[in-house]
């Protein structure tokens, strides 16, 4: 009877498999030793279960996208240096919309594997978290294994083989070896990290709670950022486009190109913000309550 | 002494009490009744969650052994067992701090 209601309660609160008949076979092994043992309410329990395994699963979640967004980085990044002796004249049409949605696709990734880093760290010690903060751990690492695989897959093998006329044979230039190698190794660093997401997904903590938001992210430098910001997370997410347009543009500068450094600084600027319109409440960068910091551990 | 006052502690206490020999569950609450001399209050099954959790944090490690009944049992891994001292070290100062202050 008990154990029945358990297992109905650990379903509810979406514990399968094997972590749910191992823990029906510990009651059962408990209530043979004990039979009238005070075990406690089986709703409560399966909450418990789901509480700390849904918090331990999202943290896992985070450090691992973010372990495997780091080593497709580094990859992504000898790629770009492999793609240097190319002949960007010899590039089509194609490859530029390819490499574009590579590079957007890759500032996406390091944000959302960063802020999934971030999140982690400052929730690392505590038993439970809330269900919304679970949840948002997952986004952000599925989101970012996501648009890291988005970009290295984005830039076709073939693509640049075909943009460099010298390319025969994958031996015959370091170009043509560096990319396929880098691009699987990468693949397979971000499938590795995939699954503790998926578990991440489907175990949530079940307990109810608010998540915390951009400025929750900035920890010990929050308070400075709510104080610039006047608390509202809307005009924080301004404020550092504003910074990178300028930051851009000064760097145009500092090139020698101020006219492109500006219009870069102006895309870049764009393109953060449309990221925090687009994703900036599914990935708890913004919320639509008022802003909450992060509750001490 | 209620669950609540527990809160804090009772990863330290289970750590503590697994460390003298590998246990399952019931043995884990058993041996915490007895050496609280039956003052530690808490619903049993409450002991369960914990014991996933602190072997999923590294701190225990656990297997089926089939010793006339299929049981879990738990045993400190060396992690775990780093972390008792640690517990035990800042437990010990916390009281005497707590003890010099009342007395």
Redesign the interface.
Known sequence: MYLGQLEAELARAGIRGGRRARIIAEFRDHLDCSPDADLGEPGAIAVQFADELGTSFARTAAFRAFLALALAGLLVAVRLVALIPLDANGFSSADSVALLVSLLAGQVALVAGGLGLVRALQLRGRGAIPRQEAAVLARRAGVGLTAGAATIVAFPITQIYRAHPGAVALVSHPTNWLWPVASGIGLVALLVAAPAVIRASRLRPQTDGPAGDLLADLGPLQHVAARISGGSVNRLALIVGAMLAIVVALAGVAAGDPYDGILRGLLESCIFLGFYAALGRYLGIRRSGPATALADP | MEAEQLKGHLDGLIIAVVASEPK???AV?ESLKTRSQGRLEL????I???L??LE??GLLASEWSDTG????VYRLTDKGERELGVRRQRWREFAATVEAVLA
């Open positions: 399952h569950g019931y609450i619903p049993e099954g409450t369960y969650p914990a996933h959790r999923r944090n009944r299929r049981r879990r």
